[in-house]
């Protein structure tokens, strides 16, 4: 772990002051420190609350000056005109770090502004950094511990993120993550910070990002280029058009600059980007749950012809093409059909399944494909009940990716059959496949070496 770098009493508190916390518990709350206590933390929690004695059994000091001595973390939630002396005060205790959960800053208007100015004052001159403020700071649930007054959910995944809202912490669709950092309005603690920090960090493989604007543009781009040689960076940004960059000032205080520059910006470094949340956790779920490759040869297996077609349409359109199938899986598979069938790629295996039975048949199929030297990866289209089947047999080749577009019309169903299986590299449609795994695909292409490194998850 990186016990030396300035993020990880953050990330890693033995010892927490939580100052401003709330004598209402229950739900509704939103209450720190029962959130805290939720989550499981172990560590060492002191309170501060000028008018509590005590809070769920824990007493409350009146003043930040009553701390013990070199706590690592302190969480302020309190008004903000309190908070550049609280900050100062935390640095007189050898308070390591804090996180500013107090919003009405640079975010807001010429008096925020001022008072954010103060808190940096205070940063440059001592020993202590600051995440935020507006910021609902980090989640560790390797280490079980959250600063959110939010109730979290608690996924040890090797993701990653870095955001400028805590409102993803919950999560973006198909993109769980075991730890975090929600930025805030970066008065100190910035992108360059988080990305060193999770550099070095073993428990993460994957570094998922969302920017409003950047700080240090230079730095920014050496860190990741560093970063990327080992750890894939994927980043949805806020404030591409003129309505978002408005709206990113009022909600970070921040400026972003021209979406084509950023574009560039990650181009250049070799950042994945993407402009939608769904392609975000499209793209985390293939780094996550398949294996690296580099071929572009997809075997399309099908129970339907009209899915096959689709599939097709879509596999040149992100930089792939269709596998020519080896002759011993054509004499392989074969048998399985009518004497006139044309067995070629895609596969449709329907008429197949009926007569020999779709359980038996889709498990052949899928196998000779994976053995296949001439196939890279493979698009299996099916039903929920299908799942299963795949799972049990690309288990048994877990150095080819084999992705699955689950056809239906019931969203809740698909996505409870996949729980209920354990299995993950599902998606909506072919085009969602797809570029998933381009984005794989060019990542481990451009790093050559790269292929020896294994992101999948059993």
């Known amino acids: 772990m990186n016990k030396e770098h300035p993020l990880r009493p953050f990330l890693e508190p033995k010892s927490v002051a939580l100052i401003g916390v709330s004598q209402k518990t229950g739900r509704g709350s939103f209450n720190i420190l029962e959130s805290l206590l939720k989550y499981g933390y172990g560590g060492e929690i002191y309170l501060v609350n000028p008018n509590a004695g005590d809070v769920l059994g824990l007493k409350a000091f009146k003043d930040v000056k009553a701390l013990p001595r070199g706590i690592d973390l302190a969480l302020i939630a309190t008004r903000r005109n309190a908070v550049p002396e609280i900050v100062k005060r935390c640095a007189d205790r050898d308070i390591r770090g804090v996180i500013i959960i107090a919003e009405g800053f640079s975010e807001s208007d010429q008096e925020g502004k001022r008072l954010q100015r103060k808190i940096n004052d205070v940063v440059s001159d001592r020993d202590i950094r600051v995440i935020g403020p507006n910021s609902i700071g980090v989640v560790n649930s390797f280490g079980a511990f959250s600063s959110s007054f939010l109730p979290l959910p608690k996924s040890s995944v090797p993701v990653a993120l870095i955001s400028q809202t805590g409102g993803f912490f919950e999560g973006f669709p198909g993109c769980p993550f075991g730890k975090g950092i929600d930025l805030g309005n970066m008065s100190d603690i910035n992108f360059v910070d988080a990305l060193t920090y ?7 493989k994957i570094i998922a990002m969302y920017m409003e604007t950047i700080t240090d543009v230079p730095g920014f781009m050496a860190v990741c280029r560093r970063v990327l040689k080992s750890k894939p960076i994927i980043i949805i940004r806020g404030g591409r058009s003129e309505l978002g960059r408005r709206a990113s000032a009022s909600h970070t205080g921040s400026l972003g600059g021209s979406d084509e520059l950023f574009k560039a910006m990650f181009r250049q470094t070799g950042i994945i980007h993407v402009e939608s ?19 572009n040869r997809v075997a399309i297996i099908t129970p339907t012809g009209g899915g096959g077609i689709i599939a097709l349409d879509n596999v040149e359109d992100y930089g792939f093409c269709p596998a020519s199938l080896s002759e011993e899986s054509i004499n392989t598979i074969t048998p399985l059909f009518q004497p006139w069938a044309n067995v070629g790629n895609p596969i449709d295996m329907l008429a197949a399944g009926m007569a020999h039975g779709y359980k038996y048949v889709y498990h052949r199929i899928l196998e000779s494909c994976l053995r296949d030297t001439g196939v890279d990866l493979v698009l299996a289209v099916c039903g929920t009940y299908t799942i299963k089947t795949i799972k049990e047999v690309a288990a048994r080749y877990p150095d080819k990716p084999v992705a699955v577009w689950v056809t239906g019309s019931n969203r809740t169903s698909i996505e409870g059959k996949a729980e209920e299986y354990d299995f993950r590299p599902y998606y909506l449609s072919p085009d969602r496949a797809l570029n998933a795994l381009k984005a794989v695909r060019e990542y481990h292409t451009l790093r050559g070496t790269g292929i020896k490194t294994t992101y999948g998850l059993s």
């Not at 392609?279 to 580099?294: C, E, N």
């Open 198 to 204: 999770f550099e070095k960090d073993e428990e993460i």
């Open 277 to 295: 949340v769904n392609d975000f956790g499209d793209i985390v779920k293939a780094f996550l749950y398949l294996p690296p490759f580099t071929g």
